[in-house]
């Protein structure tokens, strides 16, 4: 009988190995950063300088993350693979569904572990059977036997395990392992013998550690090994952010896929879109005949969240008187004596879209608005707290020049008066040892000085997260410690629409922590819009800018947990 391995690989790989994740390993199926739902393509041509019909390797798929019960999740992923290669046009296809569920290993949900398995269906068959040349024809005789069929089916299951560790707010952990193709061994098809994939190990680990605000470093290594073939790979990727309010980062690595290839990794992420490129230089044996060049992959990836489902809110129309021209407005800024004019920044938003974001150095500020449209003025001096003031259409006269007077409130530092602490063992007196700290008892509730937001957006901007990286660190050091973060508004603009902002925000904010490891039930969110003043300013009083941004913040309180917390309030020196 005549034997055909109906590949030209001993397996198929990738350089970009990582690029889509259920090639890698079941076990990381819903394993998404940024977002629940992803989309992806790799291109490999290899070896293009040995055969003219080429190696070409072909592989896309769509992932999922579904939320069970708090970090606890489901994953689920469709892949597609295509490998074509030599003379012969030697033909692999792969279709495999993929389902992994990862659960949380510990109280602090920094330790995840996840099962995946993967079944598969693969497609094997050869397209030139002329180009092969057969042991009969090699001892100078010719093909005696007859190939009736060229392709063969058949089922195929791996498993993968995947375990992960958040270690901290600037680095993660991980790794797993896989064992492939079992349905391994020869299939029988009458005139024809094809033989399956061999059983095939996999391991790999991989670190990702955030080096400074811009640059992250991400060492990784891939292990795969069967009866027929070894393969080693080790790669190091950085990546790096040009400034806080980029949508751009780039990234940049090299890699040894050991006695065979040097590698190099291009690729850049914008927003939601990522693409990578992978180049191979030989450097095995086969040198002589190949070339310099064996490989080049393309990679193109999408990733989102989901849409979330939001309650109903019956819309009100807001009157609005369209002006004849564009709406002067002047905002002048009440300065202490010791403050430039060249620190202050101003950010100016209209209709979710920024229009400036610079340092302006000649005050007042004058700027012409269009009535129809809503806008934000953000205003930030080094060391005093940053204000908004909201312009929305229908709350004010646009035939009118809008003047807006600003008494910048500097930032200050709780005093460190020793705390009476009662916690369920004894009573005892606990002193901060820094000015910037303050004991914080359940119940109470703790204003978060930096969440920023676009106008009319949830999305939580590069300044919040350092705020928040705070609040991460307590839920780590506290880990029973269930709290709510809420988001109030002041009381101009509708009050059903301020309620639905407030929650979009404080929604945005909770779905940051849950992204880098926190649980989902020790965090609710509450969006109470002007239902909770923090002070007189009620509709109909007259405020200044300065007492209606007090009740524009976000807050977060214990609501479980520890009877009381120490919080650092600013950051040390």
């Known amino acids: 009988m005549v034997g055909i391995n109906c590949t030209g690989q001993d397996d198929i790989h990738f350089t970009q190995y990582k690029w889509i994740p259920v090639f890698q390993n079941p076990g990381l199926a819903g394993q998404i950063e940024d977002g629940n739902m992803a989309y992806g393509i790799l291109y490999r041509d290899q070896a293009f300088t040995v055969t003219p019909n080429q190696y070409n390797s072909l592989a896309a798929y769509i992932d999922s993350r579904f939320i069970l019960k708090g970090t606890n999740s489901l994953g689920l992923s469709l892949m597609f693979v295509d490998d074509k290669a030599g003379d012969g046009q030697l033909h692999t296809n792969e279709l495999a569904l993929n389902a992994a569920y990862e659960f949380s290993l510990s109280k602090r949900h920094q330790h995840f572990l996840s099962f995946g398995i993967q079944g598969l269906f693969i497609q094997r068959r050869y397209g030139d059977l002329s180009a092969f040349v057969f042991e009969e024809e090699l001892m100078g005789g010719t093909l005696t036997e007859s190939l009736i069929n060229n392709s063969y ?56 550690r955030k080096m400074s605000n811009s640059i992250w470093l991400e060492p990784k290594i891939q292990f795969q090994k069967s009866s027929v073939f070894k393969s080693t790979q080790v790669q190091t990727v950085l990546h790096f952010l040009p400034s806080k309010k980029s949508p751009y980062i780039f990234k940049m690595g090299v890699g040894w896929r050991v006695e065979d290839a040097l590698e190099l990794l291009l690729g850049v992420q914008y927003k939601s879109w990522e693409i990578g490129l992978a180049y191979d230089t030989n450097t095995s044996g086969l040198r002589t005949a190949s070339g310099e060049v064996v490989g080049l992959e393309l990679g193109i990836k999408y990733k989102h969240f989901r849409p979330e489902k939001k309650e109903e809110i019956p819309e009100e129309t807001i009157p609005v008187v369209t002006p004849i021209q564009p709406v002067p407005v002047d905002i002048l800024i009440q300065l202490p004596p010791d403050i430039p004019e060249k620190d202050i920044h101003i950010i100016v938003i209209e209709d979710s879209i920024p229009l400036i974001d610079k340092v302006h150095e000649n005050w007042p500020y004058e700027q012409d608005i269009d009535a129809d449209k809503p806008y934000e003025f953000i205003i930030k001096v080094p060391d005093y707290k940053p204000d908004t003031i909201s312009l929305i259409p229908g709350e004010y006269d646009p035939f009118v020049t809008q003047e807006i007077i600003l008494t910048l409130v500097p930032n200050f530092i709780e005093d460190d008066t020793p705390v009476v602490v009662e916690t369920p063992e004894e009573v005892v007196e606990e002193v901060p040892e820094n000015p910037g700290e303050r004991i914080v008892h359940i119940g109470e509730s703790i204003v978060l000085e930096r969440i920023y937001y676009d106008f009319d957006k949830d999305n939580i901007l590069p300044e919040s997260e350092i705020e928040l990286t705070k609040i991460y660190d307590l839920m780590i050091k506290y880990d029973d410690m269930v709290i709510e973060l809420s988001s109030h508004t002041d009381v101009r603009g509708d009050d059903d629409y301020n309620v639905d902002l407030s929650q979009r925000r404080a929604a945005s904010a909770r779905r940051w922590l849950i992204q880098i490891g926190i649980a989902e039930d020790r965090i609710i969110a509450k969006g109470y819009g002007e239902k909770r003043l923090y002070n007189h300013c009620d509709n109909g009083v007259i405020c200044s800018e300065v007492n209606h941004r007090k009740n524009r913040r976000t807050e977060f309180t214990i609501i479980a947990g520890p009877s009381a917390i120490l919080y650092m309030t600013t950051e040390k020196k």
């Open 153 to 208: 089916g058949y089922p195929d299951i791996s498993l993968g395990l995947s375990y992960r560790n958040t270690i901290d707010a600037k680095s993660n952990l991980k790794t797993g392992i896989s064992v492939n193709h079992f349905n391994n061994g020869l299939a029988v098809n009458k005139e024809e013998i094809i033989d399956k994939y061999d059983m095939k190990y996999s391991l790999f680990v991989e670190y990702k």
